[in-house]
């Protein structure tokens, strides 16, 4: 159910074939939309598949024996309701990998940073010498890996997302992880999940999913959430608890005096991590942490921290544009969908700054951003859905804010302008007013901006 535009259903679909199931595919969007996913499976694979597009077909489900459910889904859709009291085993990519797999987990959400973090953790273990596989929401399935060479000493790396632990059963068969991070309890995602708790009750469910006497590394700052302080409490004896912070002697791991710790004793310089931002540094505490955790000595973590890349659309600086009149500098946010991380990377770079925003609004208080833009951005170009929302929510802090419809045209400006010399794309809303998904929105810039594929990434 649900085979996306950019493939998120390849990865079960070609495992399910290998495995000779009888597979029908279900998807809301007309084929040719879905053409460039379709074109990553070969012929046989593609003839050996029923394909229904446009409005799902309810015998479909209450047909079926297993059902596997994009995690964009609720559990609560009518069609999977249907299929649950036919009988059929409502499931996930997930869930699937996570019964089948004999290799060691370590699974890594919150709310920013996740993917980074992810990303970092498996470099590090890479470089440590591990055989490392990384996939879950940060873009590629690992059934695949399934039916490939690997030993149980191999590491899976999954990075989750909130609706992909929401539709994971509770079944204690599942908690098969040696390592679990929490990055942040900040807020997003209210339309699907609709209170702050549900919420960050959802992202809370990693826990489950840890083996009795495994690490959790999480935010000391969230050590007050009720989800959080609830979990600890019935896990006291049976976790180990490795708190983090930026700065504060009570956690394990901490950023102290340029330094990355445990326990007061200097891993590794901060200098040393080549990505910009006090919130990378965080990043890749928690990815430090993991590694100790699975018994990577202090030095060899220390001799990977430099090697350690950031992922596109992250506080990526893209240069100067080329033919512009002035010589300024893009910073590429596009990852950014909720006020909180455009704040993050905004107090993390030198003023004076035009920032670009814009997009669909979820509904998300912009006070704390607008004040952190106060003597640090000029000048606040807003776009999109949200466009004016944004304008009036910023210009009592910078007075030069100006509304455009298109994101397009909010660039040309910021470069017309010359309002200071360096432009972040930030946008701190969804992209869903015109875009598919933040990708996408992130590659209409760049190609607004010159670049037809993704340049310097």
């Given at each position: 159910?649900?085979?996306?535009?950019?493939?998120?259903?390849?990865?079960?679909?070609?495992?399910?074939?290998?495995?000779?199931?009888?597979?029908?595919?279900?998807?809301?969007?007309?084929?040719?939309?879905?053409?460039?996913?379709?074109?990553?499976?070969?012929?046989?694979?593609?003839?050996?598949?029923?394909?229904?597009?446009?409005?799902?077909?309810?015998?479909?489900?209450?047909?079926?024996?297993?059902?596997?459910?994009?995690?964009?889904?609720?559990?609560?859709?009518?069609?999977?309701?249907?299929?649950?009291?036919?009988?059929?085993?409502?499931?996930?990519?997930?869930?699937?990998?996570?019964?089948?797999?004999?290799?060691?987990?370590?699974?890594?959400?919150?709310?920013?940073?996740?993917?980074?973090?992810?990303?970092?953790?498996?470099?590090?273990?890479?470089?440590?010498?591990?055989?490392?596989?990384?996939?879950?929401?940060?873009?590629?399935?690992?059934?695949?890996?399934?039916?490939?060479?690997?030993?149980?000493?191999?590491?899976?790396?999954?990075?989750?997302?909130?609706y992909q632990l929401e539709g994971l059963p509770d079944d204690v068969a599942l908690a098969r992880a040696q390592v679990v991070g929490i990055t942040n309890l900040l807020e997003d995602h209210l339309a699907r999940h609709q209170t702050l708790e549900r919420y960050h009750r959802a992202k809370v469910r990693i826990l489950d999913l840890l083996l009795e006497g495994g690490t959790a590394i999480i935010p000391l700052a969230d050590l007050g959430n009720p989800p959080l302080q609830g979990e600890m409490a019935n896990r006291l004896q049976k976790t180990h608890w490795m708190p983090f912070s930026a700065h504060s002697e009570r956690a394990e791991l901490s950023l102290s005096d340029g330094q990355f710790t445990r326990h007061g004793v200097a891993i590794a310089a901060t200098s040393e991590l080549a990505l910009p931002g006090s919130f990378q540094q965080l990043n890749a505490l928690v990815a430090i942490g993991v590694a100790l955790a699975l018994g990577i000595s202090p030095e060899k973590v220390r001799e990977a921290i430099p090697t350690l890349k950031g992922l596109p659309h992250r506080a990526q600086d893209l240069g100067l544009i080329a033919n512009a009149p002035f010589a300024i500098r893009v910073i590429d946010n596009a990852v950014s969908t909720t006020p909180d991380s455009t704040q993050s990377v905004l107090e993390s770079l030198p003023g004076p700054l035009t920032l670009l925003v814009g997009g669909r609004s979820k509904g998300q208080d912009l006070t704390r951003l607008a004040a952190s833009c106060e003597g640090r951005v000029a000048h606040v170009l807003c776009f999109g859905e949200a466009a004016h929302e944004l304008q009036k929510a910023f210009v009592s802090t910078v007075p030069s804010s100006t509304a455009f419809t298109k994101m397009e045209d909010a660039l040309q400006s910021a470069i017309g302008a010359h309002a200071s010399p360096t432009i972040l794309f930030s946008p701190a809303c969804s992209s869903f007013d015109a875009f598919s998904n933040f990708k996408q929105r992130a590659l209409a810039f760049r190609s607004a901006l010159g670049f037809s594929t993704e340049a310097n990434s």
């Open positions: 159910m649900g085979f996306g535009r950019f493939g998120g259903g390849l990865g079960v679909t070609k495992y399910l074939l290998e495995c000779g199931a009888h597979v029908t595919v279900t998807d809301l969007s007309e084929e040719s939309a879905l053409a460039e996913s379709i074109a990553c499976l070969n012929d046989e694979q593609q003839k050996a598949i029923t394909w229904k597009f446009g409005p799902h077909d309810p015998s479909d489900f209450t047909s079926a024996e297993i059902v596997v459910a994009n995690p964009s889904v609720p559990t609560s859709d009518q069609n999977l309701v249907a299929a649950r009291k036919s009988g059929a085993w409502v499931t996930t990519d997930i869930e699937l990998f996570l019964r089948l797999t004999d290799m060691r987990l370590v699974l890594i959400t919150g709310t920013q940073g996740k993917s980074s973090t992810a990303k970092m953790t498996a470099d590090l273990l890479k470089s440590a010498g591990c055989d490392v596989h990384l996939g879950g929401n940060i873009g590629a399935s690992l059934l695949p890996t399934l039916r490939s060479t690997h030993t149980p000493e191999s590491i899976a790396v999954l990075e989750l997302s909130s």
